[in-house]
T-cell receptor, first 115, second 110 residues
Framework: GAVVSQHPSWVICKSGTSVKIECRSLDFQATTMFWYRQFPKQSLMLMAT?????????EQGVEKDKFLINHASLTLSTLTVTSAHPEDSSFYIC???????????FGPGTRLLVL | DAKTTQPPSMDCAEGRAANLPCNHS???????VYWYRQIHSQGPQYIIH???NNETNEMASLIITEDRKSSTLILPHATLRDTAVYYC???????????FGAGTRLFVKA
């Protein structure tokens, strides 16, 4: 149990385009989902916290208009990187917290390369 | 949220126990200690968590000191596949945002 999936697992796009990444909790309901970004040889950096049915809370320094987060259901959150640039190339990881529990479960990550 | 301190790296021989320490001296009474690991190019994997008592599951054991200011993750028989970065985390109560530190890079050697 407690499986989180992400799609796509990797994506290459041209500079200026938008990319959508999906995060799904497959066997549990997630009232809260988190989005992280990880650069090579660094730890995970929290970007935003997403609660089902409400607006996401962004960490300091993360542009909410550039990283659009939607958490429309208890099993799905999406992150859209708008007008992507090469510096947005990174490993994006989502996590989901099981409803009523404290433990977070992480997705396998999405590797984004912006050319 | 309580900060954690971990050694940057550790080595372990295959088949031996790997003992990974974590200091969380500012932990408050109702905050849990969580351990995750991240194998290269993958998302973090949940290992174990505990509050006060020692915990054991199929992956590892968690030993928490009586004053709760530190803990040790024990992999009883490390294998090469246990080579990963191990993160000790104390999320704030209520399940709010989890902040990752640098973790401990464990190298299991044949």
């Amino acid at each position: 149990g407690a499986v989180v999936s992400q799609h796509p697992s990797w994506v290459i796009c041209k500079s200026g385009t938008s990319v959508k990444i999906e995060c799904r909790s497959l066997d549990f309901q997630a009232t809260t989902m988190f989005w992280y970004r990880q650069f090579p040889k660094q730890s995970l950096m929290l970007m935003a916290t997403s609660n089902e049915g409400s607006k996401a809370t962004y960490e300091q320094g993360v542009e909410k208009d550039k990283f659009l987060i939607n958490h429309a259901s208890l099993t799905l959150s999406t992150l859209t990187v708008t007008s992507a640039h090469p510096e947005d190339s990174s490993f994006y990881i989502c996590s989901a917290r099981d409803k009523g529990k404290e433990t977070q479960y992480f997705g396998p990550g999405t590797r984004l390369l912006v050319l | 949220d309580a900060k954690t301190t971990q050694p940057p790296s550790m080595d372990c021989a295959e088949g031996r126990a790997a003992n990974l320490p974590c200091n969380h001296s500012t932990i408050s009474g109702n905050e849990y200690v969580y351990w995750y690991r991240q194998i290269h190019s993958q998302g973090p994997q949940y290992i174990i968590h505990g509050l006060k008592n020692n915990e054991t599951n199929e992956m590892a054991s968690l030993i928490i000191t009586e004053d709760r200011k530190s803990s040790t993750l024990i992999l009883p028989h490390a294998t090469l596949r246990d080579t990963a970065v191990y993160y000790c985390i104390v999320p704030p109560t209520g399940g709010f945002k989890t902040i990752f530190g640098a973790g401990t890079r464990l190298f299991v050697k044949a």
